[in-house]
């Protein structure tokens, strides 16, 4: 089992910065690759980010997010960050963190965090 726990959401303006943190536990070792979703209210959740875990530096973005958004992570910490610049009204979402992990489906993210609100006013 591996848990994940979002943190550093908030409300905003326009053009302004955040960082979100993804804290896992558990049997991180397991843990192969993450990513980062959001879901606006009314809306389908979508992708954001996706990076490798460990040992690489495989990422990918959304294009609605790609030159503001950037992923990273600090496995000492078993953390996963979302560093968002330039935000804009359209961010506005709630934010999940996941995880795929050795030994769950292939290609699905098998662990979610249980999300931290961003809220960006114009």
């Known amino acids: 089992q591996v848990r994940l726990v979002e943190s550093g959401g908030g409300l905003v303006q326009a053009g302004d910065s955040l960082r979100l943190s993804c804290a896992a536990s558990?049997?991180?070792?397991?843990?192969?690759?993450t990513g980062w979703f959001r879901q606006a209210p009314g809306k389908e959740r979508e992708f954001v980010a996706h990076s490798s875990w460990s040992g690489g530096s495989s990422t990918i973005y959304a294009d609605s997010v790609k030159g503001r958004f950037t992923i990273s992570r600090d496995n000492a910490k078993n953390t996963l960050y979302l560093q968002m610049n330039d935000l804009k009204p359209e961010d506005t979402a709630v934010y999940y963190c996941?995880?795929?992990?050795?030994?769950?489906?292939?290609?699905?993210?098998?662990?979610w965090g249980q999300g931290t609100q961003v809220t960006v006013s114009s």
């Open positions: 996941a995880a795929q992990v050795v030994g769950g489906q292939p290609n699905e993210y098998n662990y």
């Open positions: 558990g049997r991180t070792f397991n843990i192969y690759a």
